[in-house]
């Protein structure tokens, strides 16, 4: 069975920095990835997603991920944080039959 | 169109009472899945229906249940209400189909309501 793993619950970032949230997985076969943001009291929201093809994908508001099959990693990043960028931020996988698995999340912090 | 809409947005129980949360899903999607989302556990599967039916479920005692309507409609009912209940409940619909595929192929990408935070006192 597939499941992820999310290195570090909180990361604070100055705003104008690097974002770098971490995803590792674990699946016996190619799983899709994706990655949710979470606004103070609303629900998730899909910034990307990766099925197959290019592993670099680009999602909404300038946060892109690679998919690095050799590492079993699917890190988000974003290259200068903004203040409402300041979310929690999940990471899941799922199988061919869409079973979706979700990370533990992350909290970012962007500090002024 | 209609993102996925959860009522009531807020309610306070207390405790040995029972609670009833609603779901509508996008048009067009037949799965509706739930979600418990708590500071110390995360966001925990409740269970997933389709098409009247639940197809998969959590690790969630028997005082949690669900059940769909014809109209993909979904409730989900917690009774007995203890203090560890307190939790954002999160509904999330998707075009996953009846063999857990999408029709045409590829992932399936879930789309959540805002949820239904639910306070037990």
């Known amino acids: 069975a597939q499941s992820v793993t999310q290195l570090g619950s909180h990361v604070s970032v100055s705003e104008g920095a690097l974002v770098l949230l971490r995803c590792n997985y674990s699946s016996s076969v190619p799983p899709y990835l994706f990655w949710y943001v979470q606004y103070p009291n609303q629900g998730l929201q899909l910034l990307l997603k990766?099925?197959?093809?290019?592993?670099l994908v680009k999602g909404i508001n300038g946060f892109e991920a690679e998919f690095k099959k050799s590492e079993t990693s699917f890190h988000l990043t974003k290259p200068s944080a903004h203040m409402s960028d300041a979310a929690e931020y999940f990471c899941?996988?799922?199988?061919?039959?869409?079973?979706?698995?979700f990370g533990a999340g992350t909290r970012l912090t962007v500090k002024p | 169109k209609a993102g996925v809409t959860q009522t009531p947005r807020y309610l306070i129980k207390t405790r040995g009472q029972q609670v009833t949360l609603s779901c509508s899903p996008i048009s067009g999607h037949r799965s509706v899945s739930w979600y418990q989302q708590t500071p110390g556990q995360g966001l925990q599967f409740l269970f997933e229906y389709f098409s009247e039916t639940q197809r998969n479920k959590g690790n969630f005692p028997g005082r949690f249940s669900g059940r769909q309507f014809s109209n993909s409609r979904s409730e989900m009912n917690v009774s007995t209400l203890e203090l560890g209940d307190s939790a954002l409940y999160l509904c999330?619909?998707?075009?996953?189909?009846?063999?857990?595929?999408?029709?045409?192929?590829?992932?399936?990408?879930?789309?959540f309501g805002a949820g239904s935070r639910l306070t037990v006192l």
């Open positions: 999330a619909s998707s075009l996953k189909g009846l063999a857990g595929g999408l029709v045409g192929g590829g992932a399936n990408v879930l789309t």
């Open positions: 899941a996988v799922s199988d061919r039959n869409n079973d979706m698995r």
């Open positions: 990766y099925t197959t093809g290019a592993t």
